[in-house]
């Protein structure tokens, strides 16, 4: 099907501005953006733009996968946990986790069949680039949720030469734990960058999923991901990841970025936050985020860093991103 035959979905195309981005004085673009609030009882609590049609979270689905894995016998330290639910930066101690994982497997990186990259951190890719490596499945971001993906397949005898097919076992696995938690089914699934299958849900169910995550009484399969998010933050993100920062400074939280400008967050209290912007952008994601969670009050310490965003000129700060509607 051609592109000009298919519809915007209103979650993009009825969306509202919720950020300008402003170069001295002067609004230069703006973003639009779908948000959505669920509380405790999975009922939406804030609407802003769309919240009900599906979008794909991309790289936020990963938690909940994590959580279907270890449902069905993934035992992992608390750490490479948080590293199965992660988009890492690329760096030494997210490679080296990465092997772990593997090597308690019985597996080594030649098994992992995501998309060969460098490491997304800036840093880090320098110093890849410079030992004079190239593009490998054991950098991408998403090696470690592979990595879980195949230990997983190991627990259960599954094929874990298979593991990407939509109609394998573990992908079918996550696709269940994806509807249970958000509380609807599952209205599409693509290929996702790393070759992963991605499963679509409304922003409401995604928030719902990351609420009932983060607020889950202990001891339970939910809390396990939790609290590995919790207690292990640098291993979902990076030591200079945004994502980081949020969970590290904002007692309870969990949360988890995704490409094309989604960003979930599951707080304490059961609530939970989605957003989307429209534009795929990355930039306006974090100056919407905070502005949502000074309208719900959300005691955190990241808001300083969440809304910076500056619009550089000649190198220097000349204006910002900032949050309007909200």
């Not at 410079?130 to 397949?153: F, I, P, V």
């Not at 094309?260 to 952008?281: H, N, P, S, W």
């Amino acid at each position: 099907m051609s592109a000009q035959n298919l519809s915007t979905p209103a979650v993009l195309d009825a969306a509202p501005v919720l950020a300008q981005a402003i170069r001295g004085g002067f609004v230069e673009s703006a973003h639009r953006a779908s948000v959505a609030v669920t509380a405790p009882d999975g009922s939406v609590e804030l609407e802003l733009g769309n919240a009900t049609d599906p979008v794909f979270p991309r790289s936020s689905n990963k938690p909940v996968q994590a959580l279907a894995m270890v449902r069905h016998g993934l035992d992992l330290a608390p750490h490479h946990l948080a590293l199965t639910c992660a988009s890492h930066s690329g760096e030494p101690f997210h490679l080296d986790a990465v092997r772990q994982i593997l090597d308690g497997a019985g597996l080594t990186v030649r098994d992992l069949q995501n998309t060969p990259d460098y490491p997304v951190d800036d840093e880090a890719r320098l110093d890849w680039i410079r030992a004079g490596q190239g593009k490998e499945s054991l950098a991408q971001n998403c090696s470690g949720k592979h990595a879980g993906m195949l230990a997983t397949c190991v627990a259960n005898g599954w094929d874990h030469t298979a593991y990407l097919d939509v109609d394998h076992p573990l992908q079918r696995a996550c696709d269940a734990t994806l509807a249970e938690l958000a509380g609807e089914p599952v209205a599409a699934t693509a290929v996702d960058g790393c070759g992963a299958p991605v499963m679509a849900v409304s922003l409401a169910g995604l928030a719902r999923a990351f609420g009932r995550i983060a607020s889950a009484e202990a001891g339970t399969d939910e809390a396990r991901v939790a609290d590995a998010i919790r207690s292990h933050p640098e291993y979902l993100g990076g030591s200079r990841r945004d994502v980081t920062t949020f969970i590290q400074r904002t007692p309870g939280a969990i949360a988890k970025d995704g490409a094309e400008a989604v960003y979930a967050v599951g707080l304490a209290d059961g609530r939970g936050i989605a957003l989307k912007v429209a534009d795929g952008g990355q930039r306006a994601r974090t100056v919407i985020l905070a502005a949502v969670l000074r309208r719900l009050g959300v005691e955190t310490g990241a808001l300083d860093a969440l809304e910076d965003a500056p619009i550089l000129g000649h190198g220097e700060p000349v204006g910002s991103v900032v949050a309007v509607g909200i």
